[in-house]
């Protein structure tokens, strides 16, 4: 047949296609099952196994906000950490992880699929990587302009997915960078050398914003006390809203934390 010149969307097709290609049957990744061309427009698509709503839509309107309960909260964080746990395996970052992202199946919260890697990157491209995501799920390095970020930017993600499903809203919800930066700060305390050592290396520190001038504690606490949240999953949660990258959680040490320790899905 005549052969169709492959424009960028199209180039972000087939990257997309390939990258869930290699993530084939991981039971928490959305399946791909075929491409798809219409000669007409000449644009291509990917088709992918049909799952359900997005998580976004399941809390924001299904639920109106309410907040999961912790147990409901641990089933898909357990799947959500799987998933990327494979994804990372394969030096495969997404990227774009949030709950717009993320398809609940038919048999509920036990069954849910991250999808959409089109801005996902391979770690075996080369740095630079540039800014990609959502700005309320953006991780802190990559807002500051970090171009050497590595699979920790989805861990970062997946803190904010967490906090999200425990009290019905975004954690970190800033107007543009600058503020999303400050929103980060209110909750997880200003940068200082003991905490977070590479801060002042990265590109855009001092110069996006400024940070206050007073020293302020972690208060991610405050947001989730023991009744919201217990002692084993909020180590969970303060180990992925970590802005030191060396260390917050990777998939593979979240998932050995003793919060998972009773559940029985296999991953």
């Known amino acids: 047949g005549a052969g169709i010149a492959c424009g960028c969307a199209d ?41 359900g709503p997005s998580l976004h839509d399941v809390l924001h309107e299904h639920r109106r906000g309410r907040p999961f309960p912790e147990a409901d909260v641990r089933c898909i964080m357990e799947q959500l950490l799987g998933a990327a746990k494979h994804m990372h395996g394969l030096r495969i970052i997404h990227r774009d992880i949030k709950p717009g992202n993320i398809l609940v199946g038919a048999d509920g919260i036990s069954n849910v699929k991250i999808c959409d890697l089109g801005l996902a990157v391979s770690m075996s491209e080369p740095a630079p990587y540039g800014q990609h995501g959502t700005r309320g799920y953006m991780a802190p390095e990559m807002l500051l302009g970090k171009t050497d970020y ?80 217990s002692k084993e999953g909020f180590e969970v949660l303060k180990g992925l809203l970590s802005c030191n990258v060396d260390k917050r959680l990777s998939a593979t040490t979240a998932l050995r934390r003793p919060w998972f320790a009773n559940v029985t899905n296999d991953l």
Request: net charge neutral; aromatic share 6%; hydrophobic share 45%.
């Open 150 to 229: 590595d699979a920790t930017v989805d861990m970062w993600s997946l803190g904010c997915v967490m906090a999200e499903l425990l009290s019905g809203k975004p954690l970190f919800d800033g107007d543009d960078d600058a503020q999303q930066l400050l929103a980060i700060f209110r909750v997880l305390g200003v940068p200082l050398f003991t905490t977070w050592p590479a801060y002042e290396s990265l590109p855009l520190a001092g110069k996006l914003v400024t940070p206050p001038h007073v020293i302020s504690r972690n208060k991610l606490h405050q947001h989730f006390p023991e009744d919201r949240l």
């Open 11 to 51: 180039a972000r097709t087939l990257r997309e296609a390939a990258f869930l290609a290699a993530c084939h049957r991981h039971r928490a990744i959305v399946e791909l099952r075929a491409l798809s061309l219409d000669r007409c427009a000449g644009k291509l698509s990917v088709v992918m196994e049909c799952v």
